[in-house]
């Protein structure tokens, strides 16, 4: 790729593209090779910047436009075109607002949404507590909580380290609704990210030299496990009802929803080992384990870990997904449900990134500029047409 047009995409990316610019990437374009080169781009690069531990939209920002140097007038708002039918894959860049065809630009079959009494929000930190008595503590934005050994300011828990004295091991709940997210600490310092509609058990504290166990009871959650090393050796293995998974320190995804017959490890650093109870599989960095739980068969592939946990770092991220897989993730974020009307569009594949903050209307418009013909929004329902 020349620098000139590696310029235009960014700036494109950036929401500072002029219709010169569009033009030169609109034929750019109608060379097959050059469509696969910019799916990869917006596979490396998502227009944004997840490879630090804080999602800084406005210091990602300074650092595209500090690569626009020829053009500085910026366009705020483009039309948006339809691209392609049914069968065709399409390029989007949700969080940016904007919707890149492959193959040329057309003009939108105007067609105008319905939408009845909504209130859809975009999720935020909340989770329910159930502590070891069985009662309940609702933790959320402005709400603190403290126990002996545990405190929550609304946004994460945090559990301090103690010498367990017993071997009685006293366990919480943390249950994320749909429409959630929450941090927690775990006694031992291991760090875990949960998304939206997931539930976690833990131990209050951990015993010293025994192995650590936590299960994901449902959902997904991000590991960052304290080391063995730190904790006299002792290993640390996170279960659920299919599959356990043996860390000795280490990062990874684990994603194990109620409504998937499939189980996703995905490990970002470090080394784990998934067992089934049948077979045991290794996995080595930016591998991802696939444990079908209707056949209990494990399969082994490479995958783009920063777009499989970017989830974490306040960004959707899909590539070459079907729709239907899609709006799930939408649906638990946003805690919608999503009817299809038209059964075609579910096998739609796309490329994405949504910034996780973006409205729901929006998301919906840029989608509709592809192969939504429309789309009805009423209270917590979205009809796709």
Do not use: C
Request: hydrophobic share 35%; no cysteine.
């Amino acid at each position: 790729m020349n620098e000139n047009i590696e310029i235009k995409l960014v700036k494109y990316l950036m929401n500072a593209a002029n219709i010169d610019d569009l033009e030169v990437l609109s034929d750019w374009l109608k060379d097959d090779q050059n469509k696969q080169i910019f799916k990869n781009y917006i596979r490396t690069n998502y227009a944004i910047d997840i490879n630090t531990n804080e999602f800084d939209t406005e210091n990602a920002k300074k650092e595209y436009l500090r690569k626009i140097r020829q053009d500085k007038k910026l366009v705020h708002k483009l039309r948006i075109y339809k691209v392609f039918k049914y069968a065709a894959a399409a390029v989007i860049v949700f969080g940016l607002g904007y919707f890149f065809q492959q193959v040329g630009f057309k003009t939108p079959i105007e067609t105008i949404p319905i939408i009845v009494n909504t209130s859809i929000e975009p999720g935020t930190d909340k989770a329910t507590l159930t502590l070891g008595d069985g009662s309940h503590v609702a933790l959320e934005k402005g709400a603190s909580f403290q126990t002996q050994n545990a405190n929550s300011n609304g946004a994460q828990i945090i559990y301090e380290e103690t010498k367990q004295n017993t071997k009685e091991i006293v366990y919480n709940y943390l249950t994320i609704p749909r429409g959630g997210q929450f941090f927690i600490k775990l006694a031992d310092g291991t760090k875990v990210w949960l998304n939206s509609e997931s539930q976690l058990k833990y131990p209050v504290s951990f015993i010293d030299g025994e192995t650590r166990e936590v299960e994901l009871v449902y959902g997904e959650a991000y590991f960052d496990v304290s080391s063995s090393t730190e904790h006299n050796g002792s290993k640390f293995k996170v279960f659920n009802q299919s599959q356990e998974v043996e860390v000795l320190g280490t990062e990874f995804n684990l994603k194990a929803y109620q409504d998937e017959s499939n189980i996703y490890t995905t490990l970002v650093e470090g080394k784990v080992v998934v067992d089934n109870g049948i077979l045991k599989q290794n996995l080595e960095p930016n591998q991802q384990s696939n444990l079908n739980t209707e056949t209990n068969t494990i399969t082994i592939a490479k995958v783009d870990v920063k777009g499989e946990t970017s989830w974490k770092y306040g960004v959707l991220s899909f590539i070459d997904k079907p729709l239907k897989d899609i709006m799930k993730v939408i649906s638990r974020w946003y805690d919608v449900d999503i009817i299809f009307e038209n059964k075609e569009l579910e096998s739609v594949e796309f490329i994405g990134v949504i910034n996780k903050q973006q409205s729901i209307e929006d998301i919906l418009s840029i989608m509709k500029s592809s192969s939504i013909n429309s789309y009805e929004v009423n209270n917590k329902t979205i009809i796709l047409k």
